[in-house]
């Protein structure tokens, strides 16, 4: 907030209003919107603040003259970052299964503080160059973006894990337990057949 142009008490309601908006709109269409899926709104908010980040990057990096663009684009940015918090903790929550969702949920939260005390720190390679912390924020949101699109499978609309997997569907498992497993089927298929 301090790098801001204006009162800082000004961008402080100006960002709290921008926020405020941005949950209502999110929540009227997550209630509304059936197909609006964990992983769509997530694409959105985090392409809108990497468009946000970019645009301050390029008005930094060309010397425009612009201030109330660049407060506006880094308020709505910041007040954007809101629904990714939100989808985070919905995400771990439904994705994982009854007896680990809270560890899940402080794991997430774990790392969510982690860049709340980073990412401050993006600040000072404006000693080297000014425009620096906007674009390696862009670059980290980007990657985000392909991580999440890649990693995390949509959550809204399955039902809620109530169990844990069982031993043949463990992501480390052995590769001859998944071949002893194989065998195992085709035996009893064979069997099965012949009965």
């Known amino acids: 907030m301090e790098k801001l142009s204006g009162s800082l008490y000004w961008n402080n309601v100006i960002f709290g209003i921008i926020r405020y908006i941005f949950n209502l709109t999110f929540g009227f ?6 197909k609006l899926g964990r992983k769509l709104v ?12 970019l645009l301050v990057f390029v008005i930094k990096a060309f010397e425009l003259d612009y201030p109330r663009i660049s407060n506006l ?3 709505s940015g910041a007040g954007m970052t809101s629904q990714l918090f939100v989808i985070g903790f919905i995400v771990s929550g439904e994705i994982f299964p009854t007896p680990v969702r809270n560890i899940s949920a402080s794991f997430q939260q774990i790392f969510t ?6 990412s401050p720190h993006f600040f000072l390679y404006t000693s080297f160059w000014l ?5 390696f924020m862009s670059i980290i949101m980007i990657l985000n973006l392909l991580v999440f699109a890649v990693a995390i499978p949509e959550t809204k609309g399955h039902p809620m894990i109530d169990h844990m997997p069982d031993k043949s569907e463990r ?9 002893n497993l194989l065998k195992s089927d085709v035996t009893s298929s064979n069997i099965k057949l012949d009965v």
């Open 171 to 179: 992501i480390f498992s052995s590769r001859k337990s998944k071949e």
């Open 113 to 118: 503080r982690f860049g709340t005390i980073l």
């Open 73 to 75: 684009a880094i308020l």
């Open 42 to 53: 997530h694409k959105i908010a985090v392409t809108f603040v990497s468009i946000m980040l």
């Open 131 to 135: 425009p620096a912390p906007y674009l």
């Open 29 to 34: 269409a997550d209630y509304k919107c059936p």
